[in-house]
């Protein structure tokens, strides 16, 4: 702000030099206020939705005791993406449950735990009709994507105010030579020379 003030009373100072310091201003403040309220409001905006979306499953899923018919795969490491917890083994069974109305369920379903023989008990996420369910997000998981929702968008009005600035000061540059091209044609190719006329 100060070299912007102190450009406006510089006798030397072009009126492209000063649109450009106050363009560089400009740019500068949108950068540092406008995109972090930008990121912290999309932020905000899609952890509320993501919250909501984490009580409804909650609503709707509960966790049931099941039992291990067998095995349908050997283990393997997955990660949920639905939770925040890191990788954890994860076991194919057909299990068998009952659902809240009393009939027999059974499905393929993935299990953490760490006992999967036939006749184990084993706890499945199920819907309200008793059928096999995802494992529903955890609010921190909710929370982390929001955050990177909310980052995100902050770098993005960022890199469009940049490119922006960059895209003006082009615009502001060209017409500059242009003007200093018709200036030296007016001058004319005996410019600087004495005793010529000029």
Known sequence: MAGVLRW???PLCRATDRREAWL?????LL?????PALGWFCGSRTDGALQASVRAQRAERH???AVVVRR???PRSATDPEVSTGGITQTAVLARWHAPDGAARSAVVSTGSRDAKPGAKVRVWTDLDGGPALRPMDAPTAHTHAALAGFGAAMLAALLIECGRRLIVRRMTRRRYEQLDRAWAEAGSDWGRTG???
């Open 24 to 28: 560089a201003l400009t740019a500068f």
């Open 63 to 65: 966790l049931t005791t």
């Open 196 to 198: 010529t006329g000029s």
């Open 72 to 74: 349908v795969a050997a």
């Open 8 to 10: 406006r009373r510089n």
């Open 31 to 35: 950068l540092v206020l406008a995109a």
